[in-house]
């Protein structure tokens, strides 16, 4: 359990000073919206870990204006992603277990999807009409077992968002221990973004890491990636 209150000081002042050169200009993160959610029951994750995220990006950094970061750190959830249905394996709200995933009664997919997009047309609850492609993700990056990403990803393409018609492309990345080879499907077809997809021409992509024992280094550390986080040593 990490509870302890990181100091965003350097991460800061890293931040502006690789501005441009080892990172995007961070302008870029003026119009960025950011949706923060934060169980609390939360076993693994302290409090003040989001809170000094928020103040990174809204009051100390400052990089990203208050009114378009949401915080909501009042959900009673434990360490899981946020639905309002029941799918086969998921759990319960209050459970911190595989595949972190559970019906907590609130739409986690559904409100950071408004919040980045605006009001969207009411999901489909049906069934889906869209189709999951399985594709090659070594076609862009050279050696993706190097990355820690696995060979294949999935995208979810709505029926019409066929046949060449413009849409929406929102990409999500899975939390640690989230990866197919972990979980299967259940991020990809579980998580509800896929019914929000479906009604308002929305793409939606599955990047997908693989969990590797291959030590990498850190300044404090040497540590594998073997839960498949995103963003492992930072």
Not at 160 to 178: A, E, P, R
Not at 210 to 227: A, G, H, Q, W, Y
Request: proline letters at 5%; one cysteine or more.
């Amino acid at each position: 359990m990490f509870t302890s209150s990181p100091s965003i000081t350097q991460s800061i002042s890293n931040t502006k000073l690789w501005s441009g050169n080892k990172i995007d200009d961070i302008t870029n993160l003026a119009k960025h919206k950011v949706y923060m959610i934060r169980g609390t029951s939360d076993p693994l994750i302290g409090a003040s870990v989001m809170t000094q995220l928020y103040k990174y990006y809204v009051t100390d950094g400052p990089f990203i204006s208050s009114e378009n970061v949401v915080f909501k750190n009042d959900l009673n959830a434990a360490h899981t992603f946020p639905t309002d249905f029941d799918s086969i394996g998921n759990n319960d709200c209050g459970s911190t277990s595989s595949p972190f995933i559970s019906n907590c009664n609130f739409d986690g997919a559904g409100v950071i999807l408004e919040h980045i997009y605006g009001p969207l047309k009411p999901r489909n609850n049906g069934a889906l009409n869209g189709k999951f492609i399985e594709f090659n993700q070594r076609e862009f990056l050279m050696n993706s077992s190097a990355y820690g990403m696995r060979d294949t990803a999935w995208i979810y393409v709505p029926k019409n968002c066929s046949d060449g018609v413009t849409c929406k492309l929102y990409i999500t990345y899975h939390g640690c221990q989230q990866s197919h080879e972990k979980i299967g499907d259940k991020y990809i077809k579980n998580t509800g973004y896929n019914r929000w997809a479906d009604t308002n021409k929305i793409i939606v992509l599955y990047p997908q890491t693989v969990p590797t024992n291959t030590i990498d280094s850190t300044d404090k550390e040497l540590i594998p990636n073997v839960n498949g986080c995103w963003d492992w040593i930072g």
